[in-house]
């Protein structure tokens, strides 16, 4: 059993990973300002609610819950935001990550499990991209998402602190149990912004760009399951306190849904339309992201047991009726 202070344990993927940390006989610790989380969200453990960019509230909350390693899940996430305001993308995410890592180090709290993304890759003409795989983020929330794994490298140099770092994109699903799920206001994301659409909570779904180099013109995507993802997390803590250094692993199923296939799946699983029209290309997006992820497997003993479009769709869809916190 050990204790871990998981930053954004609030929001969509950390409150899945406090399950699961629990579920393994954990004490998840969130962290969490509420800036995009729910305290509704923070089930499983204790709850200290704090910004990361506050060094002293920090260094209280390592004094106070000994954590023996971070999760560290905080972060604005919105590729389209990021290209409007990529400031705010290098003060949130960079600066409180390196005032997180810093008291960290100070705390002698030195196994760190990093949520970065494959979009760090950028694109890379539709292969199926593996952990060595050049990286050219397109877009301000990939290039922080870069720096803080570069800072994270650094640190091991200079501190002696591991990682574990996780990539993986289009995170998609709920708790089956529906005690936790995603909820974003607002939302900007795929999935549910079709499930708005589909319950009539919005007009339509806008698919951004037809006009794109895939068989079908929209940008393709590797989904994977948010409870599979935070499985991987849990193996990840194991890892490093069994002392196995650093280590980068992608998460995903290495299989590549369109924007319109997801549609198809959406309205197969729900039975009902969706609503939608054709608009313009969102700026900073990737024309696809396949993540390989046979390391994870083959290294870490992941083993995705949720990751189909059926279950993605229709744990989000049972979620998504229940009405998310705000109901
Ligand atoms: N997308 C879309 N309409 C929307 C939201 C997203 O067509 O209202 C597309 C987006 O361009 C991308 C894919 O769906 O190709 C997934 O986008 P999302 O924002 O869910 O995740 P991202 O890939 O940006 O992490």
Known sequence: ???????????????????????????????????????????????????LSDRAAL??????????????FAAFSQVGESMQDPGLYWRNNVLGSLTLIEAAVAAGCLDFVFSSTCAVYGDQDGVVLDEDSAQMPLN?????????????????????????IFRYFNVAGADPDGEVGEYHQPETHLI???????????????IY???YPTPDGTCIRDYVHVMDLV?????????????????VFNLGTGTGFSVREV???????????????????????????????????????WRPVRSTMADMIGDAWRWHQDGGYGA
């Open 1 to 51: 059993m050990a204790t871990i202070l998981v930053t954004g344990g609030a929001g969509y993927i950390g409150s899945h990973a406090c399950k699961a940390l629990a579920a393994a006989g954990h004490v998840p610790v969130t962290v969490d300002n509420l800036s995009t989380g729910w305290r509704e969200a923070v089930k499983f453990g204790p709850f200290e609610q704090a910004d």
């Open 59 to 72: 260094d209280a909350i390592f004094a106070r819950h000994r954590p023996d390693a971070v999760m560290h």
């Open 140 to 164: 301000a929330y990939a290039a922080s998402k870069h720096a803080i794994e570069d800072m994270l490298r650094n640190f091991g140099v200079s501190h002696g602190l591991r990682h574990v």
């Open 192 to 206: 549910p912004l079709m499930l708005d659409a589909i319950d009539g909570k919005r007009p339509a779904l806008t």
């Open 209 to 211: 760009g037809t006009d």
């Open 231 to 247: 499985d991987a997390h849990v193996l990840g803590v194991d890892w490093l306190r069994q002392g196995k250094g650093s280590r």
């Open 263 to 301: 549609v198809e799946a959406s309205r197969s699983v729900t039975n009902r339309p969706v609503p939608m029209e054709e608009g313009a290309r969102r700026p900073g997006d990737a024309v696809a992201l396949v993540s390989g992820s046979s390391r994870a497997v083959a290294e870490l003993g």
